[in-house]
């Protein structure tokens, strides 16, 4: 067909021979096609009017009202299940120290019920044992092992628990370290396995007898015989005065390194009386004990220096820029601080080892502390007004028996 024959007629013929198209979408759904494909987009850019929309408060409201709930009640979840995870824990775990443990806020279940009632806990919490805490329960200390250092730590028992495992009202140290030195684990508690010792151990009034046996290994270097012994002294030093070492057939014992050992290993007296620093351990726990267990014959002289530290592992417990002067007496030392101390500028944990530490090595010596030039009268159980009560343990341990 060429162009002449496309008249009307034709072309009306043609269409009627056309497939019917239908449509069957509605008006605003072809709107919203041609939009989409840019129909009306013919305009410049910058001459398109930009319709700034209004914030549609009431959707707005609604979602931040269900994001709160959504909050709190995903949190009241939380805390719920961390509150059951929790007291599974507290079933499972026997132990909670004070020393790591020493500046937390809670004792958890297995503490409560280790604890003796009488034993108060502060905010900058109090780490030693006092005579006037001890009703009811015995105290059980122990020299434990952190890699090459001896850290000296203390246990109350109760006495219907002693009574029953030991099979006596009051046993001796010795029974008592047979006893629960094996159902102590270490290793919980964050030490090296050390104890029970090794070999056979039997009383001889003051003294005690360790029978050792080949391959004991207390030997095998310096700070091996160094750790054997402060051991020793932590553990049984407060029942007896000497420790005197043998092998299997009865006879002086060898230590390479050493030599014959003819002489006891003294447990008491002027190489038992120390000074007392911070050992921070590596899980960042705090615990008070002797510089490597140096002794001093003078207590003046003990306390002057505290603040030398010679390695570093042991730091000094004595607070930044406090000086302080010290006077002997009889049955107690005077410190007297160089500038009024006001224990509140400082960290409680800080100022409460410093306290502590002197205490333990005015103990050492078998005496109390007065304290002079003390802003607070009193502090976290503490009376400045009088000579503080004397020690008779470091670092206590509540321990599930």
Do not use: C
Request: net charge negative; charged share 20%.
């Amino acid at each position: 067909m060429n162009k002449e024959q496309w008249d009307e007629k034709a072309l009306e013929t043609l269409f009627k021979q056309a497939p019917k198209v239908t449509d069957h979408r509605t008006k605003d759904e072809v709107l919203q096609r041609l939009i989409d494909e840019g129909s009306f987009n013919e305009q410049p850019p910058q001459q398109q009017k930009v319709v700034k929309k209004g914030i549609r408060w009431t959707p707005l409201i609604a979602s931040i009202a269900s994001l709160f709930i959504l909050v709190v009640v995903g949190s009241q979840f939380l805390n719920n299940n961390s509150i059951s995870m929790q007291n599974s824990a507290r079933d499972d775990a026997k132990v909670e120290t004070t020393s790591g443990a020493l500046e937390k806020e809670s004792m958890d279940a297995a503490t409560e019920r280790a604890m003796p009632s009488n034993f108060s806990m502060t905010a900058a919490q109090q780490t030693l044992v006092y005579a006037s805490q001890i009703e009811g329960v015995t105290l059980f200390k122990m020299g434990l092992a952190d890699g090459a250092q001896i850290v000296p730590v203390s246990f109350l028992i109760p006495n219907d628990i002693v009574a029953e495992k030991v099979g006596a009202e009051k046993p001796t140290k010795l029974q008592l370290y047979e006893t629960f030195a094996s159902a102590i684990d270490e290793t919980v508690l964050g030490f090296s396995e050390f104890h029970p010792f090794k070999g056979a151990m039997r009383e001889a009034g003051d003294t005690l007898i360790h029978t050792l046996p080949k391959g004991h290994q207390y030997d095998v270097g310096s700070a091996a015989i160094a750790n054997y012994m402060a051991a020793l002294a932590d553990t049984f030093g407060d029942a007896y005065k000497e420790v005197r070492l043998e092998d299997a057939n009865g006879e002086t014992i060898f230590f390479d390194h050493i030599g014959d050992m003819l002489e006891p290993v003294t447990l008491q007296g002027t190489a038992r009386q120390y000074n007392y620093f911070t050992y921070q351990r590596q899980d960042g726990s705090f615990y008070l004990s002797p510089n490597f267990h140096m002794g001093y014959s003078d207590v003046t002289e003990a306390f002057q220096t505290m603040t030398t530290e010679v390695n570093d592992i042991y730091q000094t417990a004595i607070l930044p820029s406090v000086t302080f002067s010290v006077e002997d007496g009889n049955d107690f030392v005077t410190i007297t601080f160089d500038s009024p101390l006001d224990l509140e500028q400082y960290d409680p944990a800080q100022a409460m080892r410093m306290i502590e530490a002197m205490l333990l090595t005015a103990a050492s010596f078998d005496k109390q502390i007065k304290f002079e030039q003390i802003v607070q009268e009193t502090w976290n159980g503490f009376d400045f007004s009088n000579p503080l009560e004397k020690p008779l343990a470091a670092n206590i341990v509540f321990y599930n028996f």
